[in-house]
């Protein structure tokens, strides 16, 4: 039991420790961007495990990784969040109460028509994936 318990927290630490450097700025770009290839190197590079590390990656204004693919219609990133996170990335409530569903549906409604639809996508992506 010792053991298992030692491995966790060696996990978590670095995972932590990871994350701590431009990792984040990379792994929040290439979602913007949607490049999901230099998302998936990057985090295989740096050893993160998204599953674990998700809810400590957070982008520019706090938003997570899938809150910045869904406001720049990034729907090759989005499925590949998904994919790593599952629903809960897409059903957990962030700090201000809202799922990324419900604070991407807010930014679609006061976007012009072109952003609309880019974001509409992923909505529609995470609404599947419910």
Known sequence: MKIKTTFWLMTLLSATYALADQDTDSLCEYTKVNDRSSLRSKLD???????HSYDDIKCAG???????????????SATFI????????????????????????????SADAATKAKIKAV??????KQ
């Not at 897409?90 to 419900?102: L, R, V, Y």
């Open 62 to 76: 706090g938003d997570s990784l899938l809150r910045i693919a869904a406001a720049n219609g990034a729907v090759e």
């Open 123 to 128: 909505i529609d992506l995470m609404q599947s």
């Open 45 to 51: 590079d740096a050893g993160i495990d998204l599953r």
């Open 82 to 109: 998904i994919s790593k996170v599952g629903k809960r990335a897409i059903t957990e409530p962030g700090k201000d109460g809202m799922t990324a569903i419900q604070w991407a549906q807010k930014r679609a409604d």
